[in-house]
C-alpha cells in the first residue's frame, strides 16, 4: 500500500526505522517479518526510538493475546459474515482532517440488534491500521462513536473482554496520538455503563480525553467543522454520504490483506 507521503524518502526516518530493526532482530519473542510500511507509524507516531519500541512491542503483544481480533476469517472483507455485521452500522474515517490536520474515526450504530462487541472491534482495529499506515506522519487522530439506538445491552453485548481490548489497543498499541473521543447520542444507561466498564481500566490521560454528551448530531458542530461532515449527518458537510466514504475503504483492506 502506497502512504502517500514522503515520509518514507526521509533519512532521518530511513535511520530510525533501521535502528527499530536492528533491536527488533535481538527480541526473539517478537515477530522478525515486520516491513517498513508498518514500523515508520511507530517512528512518526512517538517521536522516539524508545517509545517506537514498548508501542510496537505493546501492538506485537496484542495481536499474540488476542489472536481471534487479528486473524481470518474474522478480518476476511469478503467473508459473508463480516460483511454482514456492516449491518449494525457504519465505521470510516473521514475524507479531510481538521484544520490541525488530526485525522476522523467515525462508527455509527445503525441497528443496535445486531450489535456485536467483538467484531466492531476487528473492524475499528482493521480501518485503523490501514489508516497508521496510509498516514504515518499524521499529527493525531480523534474518534466519535454516535451510540443513537445503544440501550441497556451495552452492559453484556460490550462486555468487559471487549472493553479491556478496545482500551488496551488505543492506549498502550498503536502509534497514532488520540487528541479526542467524542461519544455522542448517549442513553442514560451510559453513565453506569462508564462506570463499570471504561473508567476503572482507562488512564487517567485517556479518560480526560473523552467526551460523552447525550446531545446528537448537534454535537459534531463543537468539534468539527462542518465542511469534514459527511451530508447525511449535516446538512451542510460537504464530504459525501457515509456509505460513500464506507464503501471507499473495503478496497483499501482488500489490497492491505492481499485478497
Known sequence: MENGTKTNQD????????????WLRKQPHMPQDIDDELLMPFICGTKSIEKAKRKLESFCTLHSKYTDNFSFPF??????????????GKMFMLPKTTPEGYRVFFAICDDFDKYDGF???????????VE??????????ILAFDCRGVDV?????MGLSP??????YLQNSIPMKMKRMLIYNTPP?????VNTFVKPYAKKKLFDRIIFTTKGDEALKEYFPVDILPCDIDPCGKAPPTRAIEGNILPKYIKQYNL
Open 132 to 141: 497508521m499506515m496510509m498516514h504515518p506522519d499524521s499529527p493525531g487522530i
Open 119 to 129: 467484531q466492531s472491534n476487528v473492524i475499528m482495529s482493521m480501518v485503523l491500521e
Open 11 to 22: 533519512p532521518k526516518i530511513k535511520e530510525d526505522i533501521e535502528i527499530l530493526r536492528t
Open 75 to 88: 478480518r476476511d472483507p469478503l467473508d459473508p459474515v463480516f460483511q454482514a455485521s456492516y449491518e449494525m
Open 189 to 193: 444507561i451510559f453513565g453506569a455503563f
Open 163 to 168: 472493553m479491556t481490548f478496545f482500551l488496551e
Open 153 to 157: 445491552r451495552i452492559m453484556t453485548k
